[in-house]
């Protein structure tokens, strides 16, 4: 059990207002990824942190915010949320030190519907 | 070209039969790739890591071929259980996207 739960689980919010997805994980891994999957896209990547204070913008970040301030949680933030932005949001882990090999640990998802 | 290509499926097999997926990347650099299984409405797992020499995990068998730039997922002795999407994925040496993934391909196993 990788130990990594996001909350919460399931959102209904309306446009404009700030959203808070949250992400933590019980072990240490150095590695997270915040994930939005729609329909016809796949998984695409938002944004991703190598370690506490230390983040990177993925393939789809604009209208979000993440921080890194302690290893174990990574929040993903919607400043001003957009119907654009429903979508089921997946946190993941890396399980070894190394960034291109090693398991991807999934959470359970959020699913976040913007009215 | 995507830079991960999969057929999206679906797949709709009978039970006990022999299925295969491919999945194209274009990235010539890519080094690392590995196949994925989603069941609906739940997060991916790993299904099997892809090598270079090929390997086989019971009834699954991921190939590796780097002159044609592509993967492949053979399942053989279908089980109604197998029924998920398969996501290909594929590591990015460069840029801001560590790991791509596939759309997926949906295979139903058919009693």
């Known amino acids: 059990d990788a130990g990594i739960t996001q909350s919460p689980r399931y959102k209904i919010t309306e446009t404009g207002r700030q959203v808070t997805l949250m992400c933590h994980q019980t072990?240490?891994?150095?590695?997270m990824f915040w994930y939005r999957q729609d329909l016809g896209h796949g998984l695409r990547l938002i944004y991703y942190?190598?370690?506490?204070?230390?983040?990177d913008k993925g393939e789809v970040p604009d209208g979000y915010v993440v921080s890194r301030s302690k290893t174990e949680n990574f929040p993903l933030t919607l400043e001003s949320a957009t119907r654009s932005q429903t979508s089921v949001y997946f946190c993941?882990?890396?399980?070894?030190?190394?960034?291109?090999?090693?398991?991807?640990?999934f959470g359970e998802g959020s699913r976040l519907t913007v009215l | 070209r995507k830079e991960v290509e999969q057929d999206p499926g679906p797949f709709n097999v009978p039970e006990g039969a022999t299925v295969a997926f491919n999945c194209t990347y274009s990235?010539?650099?890519?080094?690392?790739f590995f196949w994925y299984r989603q069941d609906c409405r739940k997060e991916p797992k790993l299904l099997m890591s892809?090598?270079?020499s090929g390997n086989e995990d019971g009834r699954f068998t991921a190939q590796l071929n780097r002159a044609s730039q592509y993967i492949s997922l053979l399942i053989r002795d279908s089980k109604l259980s197998d029924s998920a999407t398969y996501l290909c994925?594929?590591?990015?040496?460069?840029?801001?996207?560590?790991?791509?993934f596939g759309k997926g391909t949906r295979l139903s196993v058919i009693a």
């Open positions: 993941a882990i890396l399980s070894t030190r190394e960034q291109l090999s090693g398991e991807l640990f």
């Open positions: 994925v594929v590591n990015r040496p460069s840029g801001n996207t560590p790991l791509v």
């Open positions: 892809v090598y270079s």
């Open positions: 942190s190598a370690a506490a204070d230390i983040t």
């Open positions: 990235n010539s650099a890519s080094q690392s």
């Open positions: 072990w240490s891994h150095s590695y």
